[in-house]
């Protein structure tokens, strides 16, 4: 690199007790907020920054409204109310007047705002019996800085770590870096200049520095793009590497078995199923093995995309794979994949005719040993075409004679261990084709991100001819049960969800029991109610859906082991009790069980809100049924922690950047990194990116990412 400044690696390696100011009793309290390095600590950024250009004085403050202050502190009472909360009273004052602060039930305050201390505080003015206060102000002690912008740190009580502490050593920790050679910045100068982005000094004073908001904009900017420029370049490299590093088998899609299966179909297929069975076919043509994920709401015709995809690989001579989480889910699958092929027929040229029935198999744990001796036979002579199982298909001992494809539903992960499994299906080395289906959809810049190795296909489209699903938020019950009642006479059939009482199965399994019996013996006497949960075996789970399937069901009363894939197009309710207890996902899971026939559904969600966030999201459910709208609606209200719940456990490197309010440059990002590696993916010229994701993605997301 031409300009040899100092990297972040050379940072990553150099204790902060190398800082002047840094005793050990000080690194020991900065290494409980993990901070241990020169880099950890100059990537601690402000939470916020105070503009003191704001900044007013008592005198000019006015009731009502929100200001800013510089003031001293003059005296400090504490009082226990009588519900013995305590109430810190603190008289404040500048040249232009004084005023009382009051905090409610934070006693530490009296500690913190000793007399005569400067602080500056922010809040609204009001009046209380004929005096100015503010109640529960921010409150920042700022020391003896100055400067337009403040920065403000996290602090940590524990830690015993200040705003002021942090500022101290950081700033110390920069001018050490700037004063010999500045930070190196491995972004080379054409993506800097294409993107405005400044360069990784300025960045990095800037952020902790700043002249004006301004500053710290354009900081923001480049240090988010290096953040997330470093997940990108690690997913992409990686799966670019295992494209060139595995051999696949290079499939015909275009052949007459998805033509024939094409034109049989009672319907024609959407515009989206047409782009996804185009971006697919496209994969299976290539000598390299496919790795996709197809995303696509319930009911978005995923099915279809996917026998397709299998047919042309049967085309070849090749065999396919469909596993579903669970057997009764495999089950189902397989009953609609055999309806959906068995007018299709593969050439055989041993056969009379030239041509056989594709044949279709379900392999399951409920299948007697002695025909899983045959099937596992047959499987490893070619003379199945297509079995359906569950996820476990691929982890035992069954070996194909010609596995080219696998198609996964409903499993989000399909990771490195289980890849290697499927390339020891193949006695000749080669690698099957993956697709992964699931009708979880999360936003496109998340799903970058988390399945940033994986191409991604959208199915963003419905079938014609839905008719949507009403969905009602009730907060009694009534409603709900009299709309199973007039279905049920109607010959329809409903879902009762049962509410989810915590993460623990045998708790929730209780509560099923409690409302099955409720309902059974009290609110619908006369229908035909069973119950299904975890715990029950999975024989007798497969008779219960099967009589449900055959309407011999009118009300199923259930856990969440129904939030996938079940299909019966019979079933037009679909109650949730507790709905606020569940996350938007899994209603909206929930809710895709109905409206998958000709006649109009509704969904009741039943109880209150619980919590603020609990009314958003059961609002957010009665006005829309587009998965995606919603994974965007989950996104904002829990942030992050929806998609990368693993990862916010310890460090990571996503410190600035937000999958949410950074959209845009996760983008950006993903496209340059497609660039840099497509035209040199070792990384080779770009030594100092190199090394950095080495250092910082190590033992974090790196590793999350990639596992499975
Ligand atoms: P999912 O994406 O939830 O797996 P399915 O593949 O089960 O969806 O399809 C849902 C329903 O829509 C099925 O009954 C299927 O027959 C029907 N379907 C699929 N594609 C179309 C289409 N292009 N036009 C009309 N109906 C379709
Ligand atoms: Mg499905």
């Given at each position: 690199m031409a300009d040899a400044g100092v990297t972040l690696k050379e940072l990553k390696e150099r204790p902060v007790t190398d800082l002047h100011g840094v005793n050990s009793r000080k690194a020991e309290m900065l290494q409980k907020i993990e901070v241990i390095s020169v880099l950890d600590l100059i990537t601690v950024y402000p939470r916020r920054y105070i503009d003191r250009s704001k900044q007013t004085t008592i005198g000019d403050l006015t009731v009502g409204e929100e200001g800013m202050v510089l003031v001293a502190v003059s005296k400090v009472t504490t009082r226990r109310m009588r519900n013995r909360r305590s109430l810190v009273e603190v008289t404040v004052k500048d040249e232009t007047g004084q005023m009382r602060l009051v905090f409610f039930n934070q006693p530490w305050r009296s500690k913190q705002l000793s007399e005569d201390k400067e602080i500056i505080i922010f809040g609204r003015l009001d009046q209380y019996q004929g005096n100015n206060q503010m109640t529960n102000p921010v409150v920042d002690l700022v020391g003896d800085r100055t400067g337009r912008i403040v920065a403000v740190y996290p602090q940590s009580e524990v830690a015993g770590v200040q705003s002021w502490d942090l500022d101290t050593l950081i700033a110390e920790a920069l001018r050490r870096v700037m004063k010999v050679r500045g930070f190196e910045d491995p972004v080379p100068k054409e993506i800097r200049e294409s993107y405005r982005l400044v360069d990784r000094s300025t960045a990095f004073l800037q952020i902790h520095r700043p002249g004006s908001m301004q500053e710290v904009a354009e900081a923001r900017r480049r240090l988010v793009f290096d953040e997330l420029l470093r997940i990108q370049l690690e997913l992409v490299q990686r799966k670019v590497q295992l494209e060139r590093s595995t051999k696949g088998i290079s499939h015909n899609p275009s052949g007459v078995l998805t033509t024939v299966f094409h034109e049989q179909l009672p319907y024609v297929l959407t515009d989206a199923q047409k782009r996804v069975i185009d971006e697919i076919s496209a994969d299976l043509k290539k000598d390299s093995p496919m790795h996709r994920l197809l995303q696509g709401d319930?009911?978005?015709?995923?099915t279809v995309v996917a026998v397709t995809a299998l047919l042309s690989v049967v085309q070849g001579g090749h065999q396919g794979a469909f596993m579903a989480p669970t057997e009764v889910l495999a089950e189902q699958h397989y009953l609609g994949i055999s309806e959906l092929l068995q007018n299709v027929n593969v050439e055989d040229d041993s056969t009379l005719l030239g041509q056989r029935p594709l044949r279709v198999e379900l392999l399951t744990s409920s299948v007697s040993l002695t025909q899983r001796k045959t099937m596992v036979e047959k499987l490893a002579n070619g003379s199945i075409d297509i079995v359906v199982g569950t996820h476990a298909l691929i982890q035992n001992e069954i070996s194909f004679s010609s596995l080219g494809i696998v198609v996964i539903d409903e499993q989000h992960r399909f990771g490195v261990d289980q890849r290697a499994a499927l390339r020891e299906k193949q006695s000749d080395g080669m690698v099957p084709d993956v697709l992964v289906m699931t009708a979880t959809p999360i936003p496109r810049t998340a799903a970058m991100t988390v399945y940033g190795d994986l191409d991604v296909s959208i199915l963003d489209e419905m079938p014609l001819g839905r008719i949507p699903i009403e969905t009602l938020w009730i907060t009694e019950e009534q409603a709900a049960w009299a709309s199973i009642c007039g279905e049920v006479r109607e010959g329809r059939q409903a879902y009762v969800v049962c509410p989810l009482i915590d993460e623990s199965d045998s708790l929730n399994v209780r509560s099923a029991e409690e409302t099955f019996t409720r309902l059974s013996n009290e609110v619908f006497p006369d229908l035909r109610v069973e119950l299904l949960h975890g715990r029950i075996k999975t024989n007798e789970k497969n008779h219960i859906m099967e009589k449900f399937r055959q309407g011999e069901v009118d009300v199923l009363v259930a856990t969440t082991v129904i939030e996938v894939g079940v299909d019966v197009p019979n079933a037009t309710v679909m109650v949730v009790l507790d709905?606020?207890?569940?996350g938007i996902a899994q209603l909206h899971q929930l809710r895709g069980r109905v409206g998958r026939g000709s006649s109009s559904s509704t969904c009741f969600l039943v109880g209150d809100a619980g919590t603020a966030v609990g009314e958003e999201r059961l609002k957010a459910l009665v006005q829309t049924t587009d998965g995606f709208e919603l994974a965007e609606v989950d996104l904002e209200l829990r942030g992050e922690g929806t998609i990368m719940a693993d990862r916010q456990?310890?460090?990571?490197?996503?410190?600035?950047?937000?999958l949410r309010r950074d959209r845009e440059w996760v983008e950006i990002a993903r496209e340059v990194a497609l660039e840099i590696v497509d035209e040199d993916p070792d990384l080779n010229n770009y030594q100092g990116l190199k090394k950095e994701i080495s250092v910082v993605l190590k033992e974090s997301d790196g590793e999350y990412l990639l596992r499975s």
């Open positions: 319930v009911g978005s015709g995923k709905a606020y207890r569940f456990k310890g460090r990571n490197d996503l410190r600035l950047a937000s």
